[in-house]
C-alpha cells in the first residue's frame, strides 16, 4: 500500500506546506502548521458543487433590500450585543473558555425563542441529550420543548435542518463536526472550515439562523482557521473570570450591529442572568475616598459604562515594574513619560501597578486622563474628590484631546450622581444645559491644567 502523504495546515490561515516550517509562508504565524494526512484526489463529484448557485450581475439600485429584521432572544443584553436580536439566515460564532457559559446561555435562549413561538433546535456533538435535559432542569426551564438532536455527521445535520426547517439552530460545537467528504479527524482546520461552510450556505439558502459554538485556543482566540471568523456575520466572545459571578460577551464582528458592544451577564443558580446597570459592577464601594482611585467614563460599543481605575505607586529597586490588568502597558509607560516630562511627575524610581476594576478590559485612549490622575493621587497619598470622573486622551504634548461622544459619558455620570467632572475642553457642554445639574465640569487642554485643578479640590 501507498504510504499517505502527509501535510502541515496552518490553524490561522489553513494555509498548506508540503514540510513544517517554523513560520507559516501564507500569514507570516509562528508555530501554527500541524500535521495531517492529505486528502485523496477521486475524480468523484465535486464536494463543493452544492454551495455555488448561480446568479445574474445587477446594479445596486436594481436589487430589493430591506432593513433584517429582528427577533428579540428573551434576553436583553444578549440582544444588545447581537444589534437587536437574532436575523433570519444570519450565522452567529461565539467563543469563550470552558465553563464560562456558553452552553448555558443558547439553551436559555432557544427556550424564550421556543416559548416565543419559533421552532428551535439544539444539535450537541459533545453531550448526550440525557444531559442536555438534566442542564434545562437545573436552569428551571421545566417542560421545555426545545429539540435536540445528538450528531456529529455534518450530512446527517444538514438532512435534518433541511426536514424540520427551524427558525434557530445552534450546533454546540463546530469543532466536534465532521464530514463524510473529508478523512481528517473532526476539530483539524478542513473539518472545520468545510463544515462552517456547509453550515454558513444551508443558513443562508434556507433562512434558518445557525449558532456556532467554538473552542479557544490558549491564548483565547476561536480555535481553527482564521477564515471560520470571515465566513459567519458576527463574532462574539465570552469574556469574565470563571471564578467570578459575572460574564461579558462581546461582539468583535457584526454586520447587523455595532462592534464591540458588550452584554453583562451574572451567573446564578438558575442560569446566566442579564445585568441591567453594569456600572455598579465596576465601581469599588469605599466609604471614603482612597489615594490612587479615580472613576473613568468609558465607552462600550453604544454604553456609557463608569469603571474604577485604581492605581498603585510603591517604592521600586533599580529596575522599577510597570503592570497593568485592563489596560495596554506600553500605553501606560507612555503616560508616565507624559507625566513626568510636561506635569513634573516623577515616578522612575517607582513600581507602578495599574487595574481596571471588575474585569474588564478598556482600548480606547479616552482613559489616559483618569489613569494620569490615579497614578498622581497614589504617588502624593492624597485621595481624589468625593464623585469625582475623568475622561479624555493625553497627548505626547501634553494635550488632553476630546473623546467621542462626550456628552453621552456625562450624561450618564450626572444620572449615577457624580459631582465633579474633569473633562477635555471640547467636550464641555454649553451653559446652562439641565441635564448636567448636580455635575460641576472643569474643561482642560493639557495635563498640567487637569492636575492644577485637582490639587484646588483636594
Avoid at 517554523?22 to 486528502?39: F, M, R
Avoid at 471564578?243 to 452584554?263: D, P, Q
Avoid at 457624580?418 to 460641576?440: H, I, Q, R, W, Y
Wanted: with cysteine; glycine share 10%; charged share 20%.
Amino acid at each position: 500500500m501507498a504510504k499517505d502523504k502527509t501535510i502541515y495546515t496552518c490553524t490561522d490561515c489553513g494555509g498548506i506546506n508540503p514540510k513544517w516550517l517554523g513560520k507559516c509562508p501564507h500569514c507570516g504565524s509562528w508555530n501554527t502548521l500541524i500535521e495531517s494526512v492529505a486528502e485523496s484526489q477521486s475524480p468523484v463529484k465535486n464536494r463543493f458543487a452544492s454551495l455555488a448557485k448561480p446568479s445574474e450581475v445587477a446594479t445596486l439600485a436594481d436589487i430589493e433590500a430591506t432593513d433584517m429584521a429582528r427577533t428579540p432572544t428573551g434576553h436583553e443584553e444578549l440582544d444588545r450585543v447581537l444589534g437587536g436580536g437574532i436575523v433570519e439566515g444570519g450565522v452567529v460564532l461565539i467563543g469563550g473558555d470552558p465553563g464560562i457559559g456558553k452552553s448555558t446561555l443558547l439553551l436559555q435562549a432557544l427556550d424564550s425563542l421556543q416559548r416565543a413561538g419559533l421552532d428551535t433546535l439544539y444539535v450537541t456533538g459533545e453531550e448526550s441529550g440525557a444531559q442536555v435535559a438534566l442542564r434545562s432542569r437545573r436552569l428551571g426551564l421545566d417542560g421545555s420543548q426545545v429539540k435536540v438532536l445528538a450528531e456529529i455527521q455534518l450530512e446527517k445535520i444538514l438532512a435534518t435542518l433541511e426536514a424540520t426547517r427551524p427558525a434557530v439552530a445552534v450546533i454546540d460545537s463546530i469543532q466536534t463536526v465532521y464530514s463524510d467528504q473529508l478523512t481528517s479527524a473532526p476539530g483539524s482546520v478542513a473539518q472545520v472550515r468545510e463544515c462552517a461552510a456547509h453550515l454558513t450556505r444551508a443558513a443562508k439558502s434556507s433562512g434558518v439562523c445557525i449558532i456556532l459554538v467554538g473552542h479557544v485556543t490558549k491564548e483565547g482566540a476561536l480555535a481553527g482557521p482564521r477564515v471560520l471568523e470571515h465566513m459567519v456575520d458576527t463574532v462574539l466572545y465570552f469574556e469574565g473570570d470563571t471564578h467570578s459571578s459575572f460574564r461579558l460577551v462581546r461582539a468583535i464582528k457584526n454586520r447587523f450591529g455595532a462592534v464591540n458592544e458588550i452584554g453583562v451577564f451574572a451567573m446564578t443558580e438558575k442560569g446566566l442572568k442579564g445585568v441591567t446597570n453594569p456600572s455598579a459592577i465596576f465601581l469599588s464601594q469605599h466609604s471614603e475616598p482612597v489615594p490612587g482611585s479615580c472613576v473613568l467614563v468609558t465607552l462600550e460599543g453604544t454604553r456609557p459604562m463608569l469603571v474604577e481605575i485604581q492605581a498603585l505607586v510603591d517604592s521600586g529597586g533599580p529596575s522599577p515594574r510597570r503592570l497593568s490588568v485592563g489596560l495596554d502597558r506600553d500605553r501606560l509607560a507612555m503616560l508616565l513619560a507624559v507625566l513626568h516630562r510636561h506635569a513634573g511627575v516623577a515616578c522612575m524610581d517607582q513600581d507602578v501597578f495599574v487595574n481596571a476594576v471588575g474585569g474588564v478590559r478598556i482600548s480606547e485612549p479616552a482613559a489616559d486622563l483618569a489613569v494620569m490622575l490615579a497614578i498622581t493621587s497614589s504617588l502624593r497619598g492624597r485621595a481624589l474628590p468625593k464623585g469625582f470622573i475623568a475622561f479624555g486622551e493625553v497627548g505626547l504634548a501634553g494635550e488632553v484631546r476630546p473623546a467621542p461622544r462626550g456628552q453621552e459619558r456625562l450624561k450618564e455620570a450626572a444620572k449615577l450622581g457624580f459631582s465633579v467632572a474633569v473633562v477635555p475642553k471640547a467636550n464641555a457642554p454649553k451653559k446652562n444645559d439641565k441635564a448636567f445639574e448636580g455635575l460641576t465640569i472643569h474643561a482642560v487642554e493639557r495635563i498640567e491644567q487637569a492636575l492644577e485643578v485637582v490639587r484646588s479640590l483636594q
